[in-house]
């Protein structure tokens, strides 16, 4: 992988990282994530405006894509009401390569190494070691961290696709995100109400830029995956999990225990040999 894309996913695996804290610390999830999307929504809109139409063929994925995100977004929500930080991002981040592996093989034609069966072997365990660590983990919230890995390696594998199809993966990132920035408000609406949503609330700006930050995030990412395997691509993304565990400790007041620094590391072990 050229190094100038090593370096751009790194930096947006801390974005990642950031925007999950943002979304763990805050009181409503579930608003603070739909805030986030009509911020994406927003910025996603004005930027299409001025780039170039993607190719027809990409235009499915992307409407898939932005259904996807909305799973992952109520589950992901679930998963932070059940879960520490530490605990379920590490989950639902170190099972997604395993399946965007799988997926990229199974879709994308992109081959299975004995190196990533080793990684795979890594992550399982890096994960089994996390959830046992520290604080039990419910049943509940581990079925909604992996549940949100899921979605995350089916918008991935989708993404790859249909940026590669759309012969510009930068406008189809913002098509794309502006369907999911439309669509998950709808869901909230739906949910809850009108009224709930737009009302002024502590915490909206914040939200607002944790929506711009996780837009640059995976702007980024689908930029790499045109440029190098998706594998790979996620595989490096998803150190973020080591972010996301110093973030935990240092800011939310979550156990940093050496437990699980180990198994973030071990995670972060597989992910980058699946890689």
């Given at each position: 992988?050229?190094?100038?894309?090593?370096?751009?996913?790194?930096?947006?695996?801390?974005?990642?990282?950031?925007?999950?804290?943002?979304?763990?610390g805050g009181a409503d999830r579930l608003w603070s994530m739909?805030?986030?999307?009509?911020?994406?929504?927003?910025?996603?809109?004005?930027?299409?405006?001025?780039?170039?139409?993607?190719?027809?063929?990409?235009?499915?994925?992307?409407?898939?894509?932005?259904?996807?995100?909305?799973?992952?977004?109520?589950?992901?929500?679930?998963?932070?009401?059940?879960?520490?930080?530490?605990?379920?991002?590490?989950?639902?981040?170190?099972?997604?390569?395993?399946?965007?592996?799988?997926?990229?093989?199974?879709?994308?034609?992109?081959?299975?190494?004995?190196?990533?069966?080793?990684?795979?072997?890594?992550?399982?365990?890096?994960?089994?070691?996390?959830?046992?660590?520290?604080?039990?983990?419910?049943t509940p919230s581990l079925s909604y961290a992996l549940g949100?890995?899921?979605?995350?390696?089916?918008?991935?594998?989708t993404d790859g696709i249909g940026a590669r199809l759309s012969?510009?993966?930068?406008?189809?990132?913002?098509?794309?995100?502006?369907?999911?920035?439309?669509?998950?408000?709808?869901?909230?609406?739906?949910?809850?109400?009108?009224?709930?949503?737009?009302?002024?609330?502590?915490?909206?700006?914040?939200?607002?830029?944790?929506?711009?930050?996780?837009?640059?995030?995976?702007?980024?990412?689908?930029?790499?995956?045109?440029?190098?395997?998706?594998?790979?691509?996620?595989?490096?993304?998803?150190?973020?999990?080591?972010?996301?565990?110093?973030?935990?400790?240092?800011?939310?007041?979550?156990?940093?225990?050496?437990?699980?620094?180990?198994?973030?590391?071990?995670?972060?072990?597989?992910?980058?040999?699946?890689?």
């Amino acid at each position: 992988m050229p190094i100038h894309i090593t370096l751009l996913v790194l930096f947006a695996a801390l974005l990642h990282a950031s925007w999950n804290a943002l979304l763990r610390g805050g009181a409503d999830r579930l608003w603070s994530m739909t805030i986030m999307c009509i911020a994406v929504a927003i910025a996603s809109a004005v930027t299409a405006a001025f780039m170039v139409t993607p190719a027809p063929a990409s235009w499915g994925y992307a409407l898939l894509s932005a259904l996807l995100h909305v799973g992952y977004n109520l589950f992901l929500v679930r998963s932070y009401r059940l879960g520490d930080l530490g605990q379920v991002y590490p989950i639902s981040r170190g099972s997604s390569p395993v399946l965007i592996t799988l997926g990229a093989a199974a879709f994308a034609g992109e081959s299975i190494s004995p190196g990533t069966l080793l990684g795979i072997a890594l992550v399982s365990g890096g994960i089994i070691s996390l959830a046992l660590s520290g604080r039990k983990l419910s049943t509940p919230s581990l079925s909604y961290a992996l549940g949100t890995g899921c979605f995350i390696a089916a918008y991935s594998v989708t993404d790859g696709i249909g940026a590669r199809l759309s012969g510009a993966p930068l406008a189809y990132t913002v098509w794309m995100c502006t369907l999911w920035g439309v669509m998950m408000p709808m869901v909230y609406i739906g949910l809850r109400d009108a009224r709930s949503l737009f009302a002024v609330r502590p915490g909206v700006l914040t939200a607002l830029a944790g929506g711009l930050v996780s837009l640059l995030a995976y702007a980024i990412v689908i930029y790499a995956m045109n440029e190098a395997p998706m594998g790979a691509v996620s595989a490096l993304r998803e150190t973020s999990v080591l972010f996301a565990a110093l973030i935990g400790g240092l800011f939310l007041g979550e156990a940093l225990t050496v437990r699980r620094i180990l198994a973030c590391a071990v995670i972060a072990s597989g992910i980058l040999i699946i890689g």
